[in-house]
């Protein structure tokens, strides 16, 4: 039995996984008929097979000719905006006392999760309906920040963010931010980074991350109810809680959505069912050689994702 129970936050770990997945499909493929009909014009994707590495310039404008818009995003802003962000996150959570960040992480997380909210939404509602559920969505969040409901917006918001910018970024140069993030999340997890970032943020009811219970009674706990604090010094059978990281789906997601506008349906439903097998890789690396300790998700994922891209480059 004991053993069944350490597996059960796997399982609901690759649930939330495939919901993830069907909520970017379900936005991308609405994506383009949505822009054309509200009369919106983006930039385009870079070609398949290119890596962006910095925005090219902006050529100046001909006289008399249409001007065509650049690719907005590459892989060095990207990587520096994260990095900045992760900086700041840190330095914050170790120099300003918790109680004065509480109100304003709650806020940003609240808006986050209206967006993600939103986004997905849009796609198929009217924008007014739209944002009044969005809204409320966010609102529920912040009032009662309850696990089940917790994770429910993270994949959202998840989704969101693979859906939107996913459109911005070459398959390849999406596949090569997840792997120079697979680095950083294998350091931060070597050198304890990310359970001491999950513990501050757990005490403020903030975490971008998925906090999956062991036992189904518990999702209904609060996240200042669960003691995320004891995860590492507890033996794994001993756990009530797991941790997924939000950027272990939330990258992938930015994968498989590049892969769609660059490649379509089944070039992406190949590269999910790889991204998949990642994240089933890193549990069973886990559970089977590493007795329960913790485990960085996306090296595996990055890993399976580039013989997928491969084999999607070849279909």
Known sequence: MKSKETFRPAYWAIILFVVAQALTFMTVVRESTFLKVNNISLPPQPPPQSITLWPPP???????????PAPWTALGPILIYFIA?????????FLVPLSALRSILRILFALLFSWGAFIILVVWLPAIAAGVVAISIGAAWFVIPRLWLHDLVMVVAMASVGAVFGRFLSPWTAM????????????AVRFG????????????????????P???????????????????KEKPAERDYSILGGGDIGFPMLLVSSVY?????????VMAGFCLVGLISAYSIQFALLKGRPVPALPPIALLSVIGLLIVGRL
């Open 58 to 68: 902006t050529a100046p404008p001909t006289p008399g000719a249409p001007q065509q």
């Open 85 to 93: 962000a992760v900086a700041i996150l840190g330095v914050a959570l």
């Open 176 to 187: 090569v931010l997840l792997l120079a993030l697979s680095v950083y999340d294998f350091l």
């Open 193 to 212: 980074y990310m359970m001491w970032m999950v513990t501050k943020l757990s005490n403020v009811s903030t975490l971008p991350a998925f906090v999956i």
């Open 214 to 232: 062991r036992f189904v009674s518990d999702w209904n706990a609060g996240l200042r109810q669960t003691n995320l604090a004891a995860l590492a």
């Open 261 to 269: 506008f660059a490649y379509g349906f089944v070039g992406a439903l």
